[in-house]
């Protein structure tokens, strides 16, 4: 049985938000920057903790994983939103490693 999780994660390192985010484009659908849903059995839950657990620092890093229940039976995704719509995300994310001095910026 599939439950549908929320993963959410706030990662401080550039490099390791790059790997944590391409992890997470194999488990679910990206949402937002750093949220995505997944439909997952217990094995793709412990399959997804353990990858990114070898990725995250555990003492500036956080993911959270919060359990929407059965997959199945739900219909259609519930999402609701305020301000802009919510509109799935269909292209690829780009994530730009690096930082532009003014130097660079002249050339």
Same mark, same amino acid.
């Given at each position: 049985? =599939?439950? $549908?999780?929320? #993963? $959410? %994660? *706030?990662?401080?390192?550039?490099? &390791?938000?790059? @790997? #944590?985010? @391409? !992890?997470? &484009?194999?488990?679910?659908?990206?949402?937002? +920057? /750093?949220?995505?849903?997944?439909?997952? $059995?217990?094995? *793709?839950?412990? =399959?997804?903790?353990? &990858?990114? /657990?070898?990725?995250?620092? +555990? @003492?500036?890093?956080?993911?959270?994983? #919060?359990?929407?229940?059965?997959?199945?039976?739900?219909? *259609? &995704?519930? !999402?609701?939103?305020?301000? @802009?719509? %919510?509109?799935? !995300?269909? /292209?690829?994310? !780009?994530? #730009?490693?690096? =930082?532009?001095? =003014? /130097?660079?910026?002249?050339?």
């Amino acid at each position: 049985m =599939r439950n $549908t999780f929320l #993963v $959410t %994660y *706030d990662i401080c390192e550039d490099k &390791r938000l790059a @790997k #944590v985010h @391409k !992890i997470m &484009r194999g488990f679910g659908d990206h949402l937002q +920057y /750093s949220v995505f849903e997944c439909q997952l $059995t217990q094995a *793709d839950l412990a =399959r997804c903790r353990h &990858r990114l /657990s070898e990725v995250i620092n +555990y @003492k500036e890093d956080q993911v959270l994983f #919060v359990d929407l229940g059965p997959a199945e039976g739900r219909g *259609d &995704r519930v !999402i609701t939103a305020l301000g @802009k719509p %919510y509109t799935p !995300i269909d /292209s690829p994310c !780009i994530i #730009v490693e690096g =930082r532009t001095t =003014r /130097s660079d910026a002249d050339e």
